[in-house]
């Protein structure tokens, strides 16, 4: 286990007290967390008990939102809970369109903008920001970025240690360049972050819901992992999945899933 993590969201609905003792039971050395559920818990309190627990915090998701009016402030703090958790990395997901807006290029333009204008506080926070590319469909509403491609170009202005991206499977899995630009995210160390979902069909009512374990659906997981540790990435591996069925089950029993997944696909 000593690359998994398990992303919060995966066990949507196991409390974070007992998510942290699950993983330090089956020697879990890392989870993911996300910036709702530990507002929730308490920002100092999850800080103190992952510490003492023992566990790595691989990223905090998620920041970005770049469409909404209090983007800025809102991303500054995120960086500051991201320092006080320990954790280098935080994921950005971009924002849709703005109010009736139609011109996606401007957004794309403004998503660039703004995470230049956060970088200076990244960088003295100690914090990376990791750009996350989610499939097309969730263009309008959610996030204009949509390929690793336009994840890589936002970045290189700046400095790798500074703007990162994400390797997430269930965004990613449909692009024919993807490998090309898993190459380019190497040679350019920008790999932040890489995350394991399947893609399943057919898709549930309210396709953000609709990510499977590793191993139940049609991703190459293993193609993946391997283009990704071929580019040099050697960090952390987190499984992150949504959907309602998986929420439901016991937390103990999705991790020994999610983690059977991740060791079929990376091992």
């Known amino acids: 286990m000593t690359r998994f993590s398990l992303n919060q969201a995966t066990t949507k609905r196991w409390p974070l007290d007992e998510l942290v003792a699950g993983c330090v039971a089956a020697g879990v050395p890392a989870v993911g967390l996300w910036r709702e559920e530990v507002a929730e818990y308490g920002l100092d309190k999850t800080a103190l008990l992952v510490r003492d627990a023992g566990l790595t915090v691989s990223s905090l998701c998620r920041s970005g939102f770049f469409h909404e009016e209090d983007w800025y402030d809102n991303n500054r703090r995120a960086i500051e809970e991201a320092a006080t958790l320990g954790t280098d990395t935080l994921v950005l997901v971009s924002g849709g369109l703005p109010g009736r807006s139609r011109d996606i290029d401007g957004a794309r333009r ?78 350019e160390n920008r790999i932040a972050a890489f995350q394991l979902a399947d893609w399943i069909t057919p898709l549930p009512e309210g396709v953000l819901l609709g990510r499977g374990l590793p191993g139940t659906g049609c991703v190459d997981m293993r193609r993946f992992a391997t283009a990704v540790r071929n580019a040099g990435y050697q960090s952390w591996v987190e499984v992150e999945v949504f959907h309602s069925d998986v929420w439901s089950r016991p937390g103990a029993e999705v991790l020994a899933e999610a983690f059977a997944g991740y060791r079929a696909a990376v091992e």
């Open 110 to 187: 403004h998503v660039a903008d703004a995470i230049g204008a956060l970088v200076p506080d990244a960088q003295a926070a100690g914090v990376r920001l990791a750009i996350e590319a989610l499939h097309p469909m969730f263009a309008s509403d959610r996030c204009v970025v949509s390929t690793l491609g336009q994840a890589l170009a936002i970045a290189a202005p700046h400095p790798a240690e500074a703007v990162g991206v994400v390797i997430d499977t269930y965004h990613l899995w449909w692009d024919d360049q993807v490998w090309k630009h898993i190459e380019q995210a190497g040679r």
